[in-house]
């Protein structure tokens, strides 16, 4: 089960960066994303250790108020937003189509909610692989207390060059992952290349929609504090994801921004005008709460200096992506199944 406290938040701040470097480190995240062209072309170029500060500096965050499974989903009225969560992964799973005892691969794993998930839905071992330290060390824990070690792994290494053979697994996903790649084309040809001939890649990518309109300063600012808040080097439309898939190698089964057809906006549990108990941290009162507590522990040196502004910055993000939601000009789930061709495809019948 994920840390829930708020000491467990507080102590958690900055992950694997040392305590009294977590407001440096704050300061150097932020300056990846200052207002120009320079600073996006740097972001991209260290894409890397900005992804890395990002995760050190977010994650107990992210636990403290989502859970252990840090994706929206499509969510049906009178749905919880946990059982959503759970749904939208096994959808996934069932669209891989991969069968017991199989090979599976979660691209950016996180600290590991899906991939636990996805495994005991299928029986399948999936192998997770993260760049983060913290966050992979914060995963096999929960593996171990979850009972799942045997079937439920992590690698740590960039997905941009995987430490894999080629033609590895029998199954390739991602769940709002990809996003950080700094070259979505070579993340894309790089796991066609682990992946098995005749198998399937499926993926949920956070995309600008067609809604968007980079002459409109309000889009564009958006756009810019969702890449702040959520350690992204440059959010892509769905016709590039879909453009480089087929570029890297791939048929594409099918494609769609699954938020479309959700009864309940994506969005909803952000949005500061609805209140939930189920999930009362991340609304307005829990969001009032944790800035009060985090000041509060930040200033008693319970939490580390920076405290406050990962949380502002968090906060920031939160009511961009709403922002962008009610807009209709980004979505966490333009979804794909797309399959590497067989070697026998061509071959006459």
Same mark, same amino acid.
């Given at each position: 089960?994920? !840390?829930?406290?708020?000491?467990? /938040? @507080?102590?958690?701040? %900055?992950? *694997?960066?040392?305590? $009294?470097?977590?407001?440096?480190?704050?300061?150097?995240?932020?300056?990846?994303?200052?207002?120009?062209?320079?600073?996006?072309?740097?972001?991209?170029?260290?894409?890397?250790?900005?992804?890395?500060?990002?995760?050190?500096?977010?994650?107990?965050?992210?636990?403290?108020?989502?859970?252990?499974?840090?994706?929206?989903?499509?969510?049906?009225?009178?749905?919880?937003?946990?059982?959503?969560? !759970?749904?939208?992964?096994?959808? /996934? @799973?069932?669209?891989? %189509?991969? *069968?017991?005892?199989? $090979?599976?691969?979660?691209?950016?794993?996180?600290?590991?909610?899906?991939?636990?998930?996805?495994?005991?839905?299928?029986?399948?071992?999936?192998?997770?692989?993260?760049?983060?330290?913290?966050?992979?060390?914060?995963?096999?824990?929960?593996?171990?207390?979850?009972?799942?070690?045997?079937?439920?792994?992590?690698?740590?290494?960039?997905?941009?060059?995987?430490?894999?053979?080629?033609?590895?697994?029998?199954?390739?996903?991602?769940?709002?992952?990809?996003?950080?790649?700094?070259?979505?084309?070579?993340?894309?040809?790089?796991?066609f290349r682990v992946l098995k001939p005749g198998q399937y890649f499926a993926n949920y990518e956070w995309c600008i929609t067609d809604f968007f309109d980079p002459n409109n300063s309000n889009h564009?600012?958006?756009?810019?504090?969702?890449?702040?808040?959520?350690?992204?080097?440059?959010?892509?439309?769905?016709?590039?994801?879909?453009?480089?898939?087929?570029?890297?190698?791939?048929?594409?089964?099918?494609?769609?921004?699954?938020?479309?057809?959700?009864?309940?906006?994506?969005?909803?549990?952000?949005?500061?005008?609805?209140?939930?108990?189920?999930?009362?941290?991340?609304?307005?009162?829990?969001?009032?709460?944790?800035?009060?507590?985090?000041?509060?522990?930040?200033?008693?040196?319970?939490?580390?200096?920076?405290?406050?502004?990962?949380?502002?910055?968090?906060?920031?993000?939160?009511?961009?992506?709403?922002?962008?939601?009610?807009?209709?000009?980004?979505?966490?789930?333009?979804?794909?199944?797309?399959?590497?061709?067989?070697?026998?495809?061509?071959?006459?019948?």
């Amino acid at each position: 089960m994920s !840390k829930s406290g708020t000491l467990d /938040l @507080a102590t958690g701040v %900055g992950g *694997k960066i040392e305590k $009294k470097q977590v407001l440096s480190a704050v300061e150097k995240y932020e300056k990846y994303h200052a207002c120009d062209r320079e600073a996006e072309e740097e972001r991209k170029a260290n894409y890397i250790d900005m992804v890395n500060k990002y995760y050190d500096l977010a994650t107990s965050f992210y636990e403290y108020g989502w859970g252990e499974s840090f994706h929206f989903a499509p969510r049906w009225k009178g749905e919880s937003l946990r059982e959503s969560i !759970k749904r939208h992964e096994h959808f /996934l @799973a069932l669209q891989l %189509g991969v *069968k017991q005892g199989q $090979k599976v691969l979660d691209v950016g794993c996180g600290i590991g909610g899906p991939l636990r998930e996805i495994s005991r839905f299928s029986g399948t071992y999936v192998t997770g692989i993260n760049n983060n330290e913290y966050q992979v060390t914060r995963g096999k824990e929960l593996n171990r207390i979850a009972g799942v070690d045997y079937t439920c792994s992590y690698v740590k290494a960039d997905f941009m060059c995987m430490p894999f053979a080629d033609n590895s697994f029998d199954g390739i996903f991602a769940i709002e992952a990809t996003c950080h790649a700094p070259n979505v084309f070579d993340c894309y040809k790089e796991i066609f290349r682990v992946l098995k001939p005749g198998q399937y890649f499926a993926n949920y990518e956070w995309c600008i929609t067609d809604f968007f309109d980079p002459n409109n300063s309000n889009h564009r600012k958006i756009k810019r504090e969702v890449e702040l808040g959520n350690g992204l080097p440059d959010i892509r439309s769905m016709g590039q994801c879909f453009e480089a898939l087929k570029h890297a190698g791939f048929e594409i089964i099918w494609d769609k921004d699954i938020a479309i057809d959700s009864p309940l906006p994506w969005y909803l549990p952000l949005d500061k005008s609805h209140f939930s108990l189920s999930n009362v941290r991340v609304t307005a009162l829990g969001r009032f709460f944790t800035r009060n507590m985090v000041k509060f522990l930040e200033r008693v040196g319970l939490a580390p200096e920076g405290s406050q502004k990962v949380q502002a910055i968090l906060e920031q993000a939160a009511d961009a992506l709403v922002e962008g939601g009610k807009e209709g000009i980004f979505t966490p789930m333009y979804f794909f199944l797309a399959r590497k061709p067989s070697v026998t495809d061509d071959l006459p019948t």
